[in-house]
């Protein structure tokens, strides 16, 4: 029986040449030693090496499911795929948007708590579940960067203008 190439398997190779690509890239950023500092290689490095093992994985382990998925059924690309791609892009929009009024805390429990609402398709998930982990992922991601690496983010301009001070 003859494999033909799928999508996974030409995504696949095409993310983990681009890891390598980060790898190389970030390999050419100058080191300046900062005594207990991890430097500014190490992030760079941490996403290509997330990216290259999930890439493998997938090719591992998602490539014959995929095989089986595209014999069985031809993709058709219908006005409700068409709909949920706009709706999807709109929430990138106002999510930037909203980050630059409303700050990114707040826009990240809402953002997280669309996407995972539009990207469930036919899934049934608890609203109670989703809102928690939308809270708690907003939550880690923003006192992560502010508080233990030191990164400020948006914190919102509505906020600024009616005088209250966001954490």
């Given amino acids: 029986m003859k494999k033909k190439l799928n999508r996974t398997h030409v995504m696949g190779v095409l993310c983990i040449l681009f890891s390598i690509w980060v790898f190389w890239q970030a390999s050419q950023i100058p080191m300046k030693l900062v005594s207990n500092e991890p430097g500014p290689r ?21 490539a014959p499911k995929q095989e089986e998925r595209d014999s069985k059924k031809k993709q ?24 630059y009024y409303i700050g990114f805390w707040i826009t990240g429990m809402i953002g ?32 992560g960067f502010t508080r233990g690496f030191n990164i400020p983010l948006p914190k919102g301009e509505l906020w600024s203008a009616l005088g209250i001070k966001m954490l």
């Fill in 76 to 99: 058709t690309y219908d006005a409700r795929y068409w709909k949920r791609i706009l709706i999807l892009t709109a929430v990138c929009i106002l999510f930037g948007i909203g980050m």
């Fill in 42 to 62: 190490l992030f760079p490095y941490i996403a290509a090496a997330g990216i290259l093992i999930c890439s493998v994985l997938s090719l591992i382990f998602d």
């Fill in 112 to 143: 997280v708590f669309a996407f995972t609402m539009l990207l469930k398709d036919q899934k049934k998930i608890n609203i109670v579940a989703a809102v928690v982990f939308s809270a708690v992922l907003a939550s880690v991601c923003y006192f």
